[in-house]
């Protein structure tokens, strides 16, 4: 089998476009509002407490 | 330290060898022992990651800057949860579905066997030694603080892990990792608790008092890239080392790779995405209330316990002097701080000057530790810096009996938990990538189990060595460190190449070289550059050689074969 027969890792057997599509936008979105609430109290931890 | 102590950390040990040689049975095959028979749940899965991250190092460092320099370092995460989400929708499912057992097994079957080759073997050469690195920043804290030999600190960190890591295989360290994670946890948030109630001022009190030290300075948005870290190499170079870091590393890869199926496997990371930062947030929250904790009791003027009793003897007379300088100045500073934390408001007249009085007592008390910690070098001829034994005297002066057993058995099982993951994945390399590619093809499952147990021995035993010599060349660590960042961006790159269907192997291949020279280079003479950008470097410099380099290759490839043709 040469190179050129292989296809490259993400058209590969992960593929299934949509529905990856669909989750990654749902999780990005609940992985990221869980980090602004984790940095937002950083945030008020930093600037409330300013020297 | 109490004997009680001693039964919780001898039991705890005597527990997870136990169960780790339990979890060994129904394994008699390479899935078994390298893949769990992808059998594995997703929480366990997860928290064997999370695990495998966090290091004896993470426990008593860590803590050990929360304590010094603050929560700034939260920064270095920043990255990872962009990372975990790119990478569950796109190389776990494909790695996953590939049925592969090493993340190099792949770069074979797009490349070619000498770009799986090297990148096997640059995983070998820094795993390998940074695994003895992280035997030995326990052990050199465990021989200063209970006076035992260096050899000994090794062999109890070291010899309980091979044995079950030998035997058991990834199931076995994914189960282990499981309860080792449970009692880490636990651990830190009794820490919290005890040090909230051991504080003669309130928990706002306290805060106030790390506010005006600066220890609650978690952001820094200068956009430099000397400040090791700062938001923007926290966003950007911590998500392409976090990428290369789980992408790419057979360590974290072959977590997720015993997971039941793709879903379970993406779960397993998620679980780092949304856990990393808080956990890393309560880890330096325990180093800043020792912190606080030491503001009204006095702290020891050097923590490393041998370098103190070596100044005492040597410089008595100057040691006295430093000790009752030492004593004015955290007087001092505990009366501005007791002001500090009863003002009626943070921010009325009398906290703002309270504050300002805190901070120049303070200033007092580091300017009299500075000069203990050069005296120190001057005495032992060796690196004084002792952040590293904040924690552990801490923990064995002032923790009530038995929770002090809980911690240090804590810290022993979070370098366990990251030695283990990373002497499976040395093993799985090793066979997977060099002794059934190379060397015999085909063999039968029980000669294959038989050399992974002896790959996971050897690889124990190396990393004990290497934990011994590093232990007693300080600088050792850091430079293994450095070495690993070599690598780091440029493997990423490798993969990054993977994903551009005209990029052939040898473009792939020199690329690869070229990433680990420029990033090489940039160390040598740009040393001040921060390390987390030394990834992006390698990644992006990988990349771009890659696709410059593919219309050449491509090129001389055609007027080979057109000159054949003619011939």
Redesign the interface.
Known sequence: MS?KD?????????TNAES?AQ??RR??IR??A??VV??GL??W??T???? | MHPINWVIVVGWIGYVVWDGLRRSRGTTDLAGYFQGNRSLPWWAVGLSVMATQLSAVTMIGTTGQGATAGIGFVQFYFGLPIAMVILGVTLVPFLHRAKVYTAYEYLETRFDAKTRSLTAFLFLLSRGMSCGTIIAAPAVVFSAVFGWNIWESVAIIGIPTVIYTMIGGVKAVTWVDVKQMVLIVGALLALVITLLIKLPVSPLGALRIAGAAGSLQAFDFSFSLTNQYTFWSGIIGGTFLMLSYFGTDQSQVQRYLAAKSVDEARRSLLMSAYWKIPLQALVLLVGVLVFVFYVFERPPLLYNPVHDQRVRAALPAAHGQLSAQYDEALKGRANAALSLANAESGHDENAKAAAAEFRLQDVGVRAVRAEALNSATRVTQQNSRDVNYIIPRFVLDHLPMGLAGIFIAAILAAAMNAIAAELNSLATTSVIDFYKRWWKREGSDSHYLKVSRAATAFWGIFACIVATFAANLGSLIEVVNRFGSFFYGSILGVFLLAMIPRVRGTAAFVSLIAGMTVVGLVNFRLPGVAFLWHNVIGAVTVVGVGLLLTPLFAAISRSMSGGRATA
């Open positions: 190179p292989i296809d490259p890792a993400f058209s590969g057997p992960a990856d989750r990654f999780t990005l992985v990221l869980m980090q984790a940095l950083l945030y931890l930093q409330a407490f300013k020297p």
